[in-house]
């Protein structure tokens, strides 16, 4: 399997977004989740960086990956949590970082619902090892009310014993109750089952 990518842009806002409407797949989750090292993985190759200090990536990185004949796609590494239009974190002045991947997110779901761009496809990604943290459960509720095709997908399943796997499956799918795909970028488990799972993204925008 040939798998092409490169990085494309950084984008702080609105106007940085690519506008060749090419199908979507967009990451979110907590910072250290494991996005970058999840997106190397299905690429298998270091593009994007990994970083040991949370919160450390504050733009939304758009990566244009082919997979042999397959139609061209945009995986987007969206900033780490908090985006949730309801939560103004940073109310009284406080973290302006936070503040700033709100306005980022909010813009990108904004034009997705005004048909500047193509499908999207979100991947809520989720430590494996703790299922049903809270501001995991609140960006599903959130991401429930987005124009997008979405799921979720446990990572670092390689730390999880056998019986936590079942257990923690079990668990993920009634707390979020879509199927859940479960991952490791550190040993590739469940990245083919993701691809799958990608494939299945409508090549024409959904009806808001
Ligand atoms: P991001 O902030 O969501 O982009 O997270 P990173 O990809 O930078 O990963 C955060 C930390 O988790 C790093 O120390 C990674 O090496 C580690 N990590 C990421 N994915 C896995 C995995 O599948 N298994 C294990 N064991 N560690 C992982």
Known sequence: MII???FVTSAAGARDFPRDRLP???LVGRSNVGKSSLINALVRRKLARTSAAPGKTRLANFY???R???RALYLVDLPGYGYARSEPRSKGG???AAQQINRLADAYFARHGADAAGPVMVLLLVDARHPGLETDLEAWTWLKSQPCTRSVVGTKVDKLTRA???RHTRELESLFDV???LVSAATGEGLDELW???ARLPSRRMAP
């Open 24 to 26: 979507e797949v967009a």
């Open 179 to 181: 199927p859940v795909t």
């Open 164 to 166: 936590e796997r079942a």
């Open 64 to 66: 244009r990956v082919q």
């Open 94 to 96: 406080g973290d302006a």
């Open 4 to 6: 092409s990518a490169e």
């Open 68 to 70: 042999e004949s397959e």
């Open 196 to 198: 799958k799972l990608i």
